[in-house]
Nanobody, 124 residues
Framework: QVQLVESGGGLVQAGGSLRLSCTASGRTFSDYAMGWFRQAPGKEREFVAA????????YYADSVKGRFTISRDNAKNTVFLQMNRLKPEDTAVYYC?????????????????WGQGTQVTVSS
């Protein structure tokens, strides 16, 4: 099992930026596909972004496309989510996840391990 630890959440005004980080345990991080999902109160967990093990295949939810950027640093076993032009509707707990075969998907069912989440709150 891969241990995932998210950080970087917080309170920000609309239009502001945050950068989330997720550090993974294990020596084979570079083989993993990584993803970010989020869950707002009373709603189902939804896809935000995903990156393949090579970093060459990237997916975004339509709601964040052009505002969020996912990236990875394999030397640091870390995946990032740069979030710009934040909106109140981006408020949620953000979860990091991994898929050990390296293939990126946009479905929660396709991932193996999950972090505990980090809260992002965007005030209007």
């Amino acid at each position: 099992q891969v241990q995932l630890v998210e950080s970087g959440g917080g309170l920000v005004q609309a239009g502001g930026s945050l950068r989330l980080s997720c550090t993974a345990s294990g020596r084979t991080f570079s083989d993993y596909a990584m993803g970010w999902f989020r869950q707002a109160p009373g709603k189902e967990r939804e896809f935000v972004a995903a990156i393949s093990w090579t970093g060459t295949i990237i997916y975004y939810a339509d709601s964040v496309k052009g505002r969020f950027t996912i990236s990875r640093d394999n030397a640091k076993n870390t995946v990032f989510l740069q979030m710009n032009r934040l909106k109140p509707e981006d408020t949620a707990v953000y979860y990091c996840t991994c898929r050990t075969d390296g293939v990126a998907y946009s479905s929660t069912d396709m991932y193996d391990d999950w972090g505990q989440g980090t809260q992002v709150t965007v005030s209007s």
